[in-house]
C-alpha cells in the first residue's frame, strides 16, 4: 500500500468511526485533529486513533492498552491480539463506551 492508499483507508476508517458513534445511544464526543481521532467517553477516558505514516500502522490507545494495527486482506489487524480493529473496538467499546461501536 502507498502512501496515499493509506490516507485514504484512514480517511475512511475515521469517517466510518464516527457515522458508527452517531448511532450510538450514549454521549461520545469525537474530535479529529493533526491526524488524530479522539473519542471522548461518558466514562471519563477516551479511545485515540493515531495515524503512523511512517510505517503505515493505525495505533489505538485504550484503557486496555494500546495497540497497532497494519493492513492487511482489506482490514486492520493487531499482530499481537490477533484481531481485527472491529473485533477489539466491539470489546473496548462495551468496556469504556457502555455500547458495543459496530464498523459498517
Known amino acids: 500500500m502507498n502512501e496515499v492508499e493509506f490516507n485514504d483507508n484512514i480517511d475512511e476508517l475515521y469517517t ?7 448511532d450510538l445511544d450514549a454521549d461520545v464526543d469525537c474530535e479529529i485533529s493533526g491526524g488524530v481521532l479522539t473519542l471522548q467517553c461518558p466514562d471519563g477516558s477516551a479511545l485515540i486513533f493515531s495515524r503512523q505514516s511512517a510505517s503505515k500502522e493505525l495505533w489505538l490507545a485504550a ?3 494500546g495497540f497497532h494495527y497494519s493492513w ?18 466491539a470489546e473496548i467499546s462495551k468496556e469504556q463506551i457502555g ?6
Open 63 to 65: 484503557r486496555s492498552g
Open 16 to 22: 466510518t468511526i464516527e457515522d458508527a458513534i452517531d
Open 99 to 104: 455500547e458495543v461501536l459496530l464498523l459498517k
Open 72 to 89: 492487511q486482506n482489506n482490514e486492520w489487524y493487531c499482530a499481537r491480539t490477533e484481531q481485527t480493529l472491529s473485533e477489539m473496538l
